[in-house]
């Protein structure tokens, strides 16, 4: 059960309302968790504009945007991000099997991605420490220190939104993520 209701944008405060209707024709309705975050505008705000820095200013693809996205919510074993993660890495070209695999840090299938995911791994669950083997291991991979310090503006927008779920206990209008079999 959801700790705060979702607002509609004619619910909520006025200062939230124009970020709603940005927010609801990107993504085809209010998502819950963005009525929730409605209830603050700078909740809200702050939500929309690291979304915005890293659409202008952010060099990765679709497919890596949602690799992070998914193994950030699996660190913080965060179900509305897990889920709506696996569905638009879907959409950006990963399978079901491929979006598991990131989401146990087994990514078999893409060596490189593997070792971005390992420094994104660490950012989220060992706040902020990346080991410096697994620092080099990436720079081997061939990312390069722009890409692993952009990754850094990814899994703080992930943490922000996993953050949020939890405190909100925002409720699913998605199918759940595949569970994980550990």
């Known amino acids: 059960m959801p700790r705060i209701p979702v607002h509609t944008i004619d619910s909520a405060p006025e200062a939230s309302q124009e970020t709603l209707r940005v927010l609801e024709k990107q993504f085809g309705k209010v998502l819950n968790i963005h009525g929730e975050m409605a209830h603050s505008p700078v909740t809200l705000a702050?939500?929309?504009?690291?979304?915005?820095?890293?659409?202008?200013?952010?060099?990765?693809d679709a497919r890596t945007r949602e690799a992070i996205a998914l193994a950030v919510g699996a660190v913080d074993d965060c179900a509305y991000c897990q889920a709506a993660h696996t569905l638009a890495a879907q959409g950006a070209g990963l399978t079901e099997a491929q979006t598991v695999a990131i989401r146990r840090g087994a990514v078999d299938f893409d060596p490189k991605l593997d070792a971005l995911l390992a420094v994104v791994r660490e950012i989220a669950g060992e706040v902020g420490e990346v080991s410096d083997a697994t620092w080099d291991a990436a720079l081997g991979a061939g990312w390069t220190d722009a890409e692993l310090t952009e990754?850094?503006?990814?899994?703080?927008?992930?943490?922000?939104t996993n953050y949020f779920n939890h405190l909100a206990r925002t409720d699913l209008e998605f199918p759940a993520a595949p569970p994980l079999q550990r």
């Open 46 to 60: 702050v939500n929309a504009a690291m979304n915005a820095a890293i659409a202008e200013h952010g060099t990765f």
């Open 151 to 160: 990754a850094f503006a990814h899994v703080a927008a992930n943490l922000y």
